[in-house]
């Protein structure tokens, strides 16, 4: 069974950082596109940032120039440095990755338990 845990997330004031990690929890044959999605209480989830195998990024307008995504191929980690923290990005972050979790399963979604993040003076 594939599973993701996120890290990093806490309190914070406004304009303040934080770090947020994922790491898969078991030996998994391989990660392609991996991303970070929030979701607030009486939100829908909304895409924050996406990165492919390659290095390819994509983010969110609201998070551009404030929040970074990158990832380790070697360690199968993906984080998110966010600066410049506002109180609109407080909502529970989850870790997103497809996953072959072997050579001869097929690729899947898999999600994490999410990790709170709250902005607040």
């Known amino acids: 069974q594939v599973q993701l845990v996120e890290s990093g997330g806490g309190f914070v004031q406004p304009g303040g950082s934080l770090r947020l990690s994922c790491a898969a929890s078991?030996?998994?044959?391989?990660?392609?596109?991996m991303g970070w999605y929030r979701q607030a209480p009486g939100k829908q989830r909304e895409l924050v940032a996406t990165?492919?195998?390659?290095?390819?990024?994509n983010y969110a307008d609201s998070v551009k120039g404030r929040f970074t995504i990158y990832r380790d191929n070697a360690k199968n980690t993906v984080s998110l440095q966010m600066n410049s923290l506002k109180p609109e990005d407080t909502a529970i972050y989850y870790c997103?990755?497809?996953?072959?979790?072997?050579?001869?399963?097929?690729?899947?979604?898999?999600w994490g338990q999410g990790t709170q993040v709250t902005v607040s003076s």
């Open positions: 078991e030996r998994i044959f391989r990660i392609y596109d």
């Open positions: 997103n990755a497809q996953v072959r979790p072997t050579i001869g399963s097929v690729t899947g979604d898999y």
């Open positions: 990165i492919t195998s390659g290095g390819s990024t």
